[in-house]
């Protein structure tokens, strides 16, 4: 079995990857720690179970695409405060908020209304990437979306962008 042939396609967050790395500590009965110390203490024992190290090296490669998943929304949401804050006036982007807020996320998003939030978000994707974004990617559109709801959920950063 090589870390080719393991996938993780439920585990797209790092919580949900937490979880699936608790269950599998607790199932294995290996002590809880983090995944690169264990695959070290496993590789200097002697005897140690092939599919365990396997399902590790798995492990800490999907970790590390969320980690940078995770880190290229922040960041990719920063952009798309920055851009709405310097686009719309103080005015408009409390009248966004206000909509968003009584309105509540799952109605879209109010700024629709005055800027086409599309060109903002592949602006942002474009200054952030160094590329276009490929409307045909699953990938790039989810990055977007989240990046979008979680810059909405913020109001645009208008006191402070996105924290992490």
Known sequence: MN???????????????????????????????????????????LTPL?????????FEKKWREVEIFED?????????CAIMRE??????????????AEQGMEHGCASHDVIDANIVAYGAFCSVFFREMDSDSEEDCKLVNLAWDRAMRCGYGVEQGPSA
């Open 50 to 58: 092939h599919a365990q190290i396997t399902w590790l090296q798995a």
């Open 3 to 45: 870390t080719q042939q393991i996938d993780f396609p439920d585990a797209d967050t790092s919580d949900k990857l937490g979880d699936l790395y608790e269950d599998f500590c607790t199932a294995q009965d290996l002590p809880h720690m983090e995944s690169d110390k264990l695959l070290a203490m496993l590789g200097q024992d």
């Open 72 to 80: 290229n929304v922040l960041i990719l949401s920063r952009y798309i």
């Open 87 to 100: 686009a719309l006036t103080p005015r408009e982007l409390a009248k966004v908020n206000r909509i968003n």
